[in-house]
């Protein structure tokens, strides 16, 4: 079941929640319906990654717990807070470097407890979004994508 909030008048927040699922097409296509055509292929990657993180490794598959999603769009801005009913995550590092090279000896990477965590996945939300920042339990995390004229143009198109 997906339940959707009305957008209140004045305000420019929506918000999704959804059972824990790996379904996510229609899920998806909702928070990426108002985003720019250029920038879908490329977004829906992101947030697909996100919510399968939220998912499967917070709520666990747990199809009593939920995920939520708020989101805004403003002319030149994009955001998304994801939200899991998880025990929380011990964020790495920014991931600016490939999972490959990934070394937890550096100050690049993250502790060794957390090293596992450094993948493909956490990689592209670094590469894809501008912003990627996860509230101090691990519970919840903020991705913004700037879209003015001044940022990069998409990976795909």
Not at 25 to 33: V, Y
Not at 51 to 60: I, W
């Amino acid at each position: 079941m997906i339940a959707l909030s009305p957008r209140p008048v004045g305000r420019k927040w929506v918000t999704v929640r959804f059972a824990s699922t790996l379904y996510l097409c229609p899920i998806l296509d909702l928070l990426l319906a108002e985003v720019p055509t250029p920038w879908k292929a490329e977004l829906r990657l992101g947030l697909q990654e996100a919510l399968v993180n939220a998912a499967k490794h917070g709520n666990k598959l747990d199809p009593s717990k939920t995920v939520a999603v708020r989101f805004s769009f403003m002319p030149n801005q994009l955001l998304w807070v994801i939200s899991d009913e998880g025990s929380g995550f011990c964020a790495p590092c920014e991931c600016s470097i490939p999972p490959s090279m990934c070394d937890p000896h550096t100050d690049n990477c993250p502790p060794p407890h957390v090293e596992q965590e450094c993948g493909r996945g956490l990689f592209i939300l670094y590469q894809i979004f501008d912003r990627v920042e996860w509230n101090s339990q691990g519970t919840e995390l903020t991705l913004c994508k700037e879209v003015d004229h001044r940022s990069r143009l998409p990976y795909v198109r």
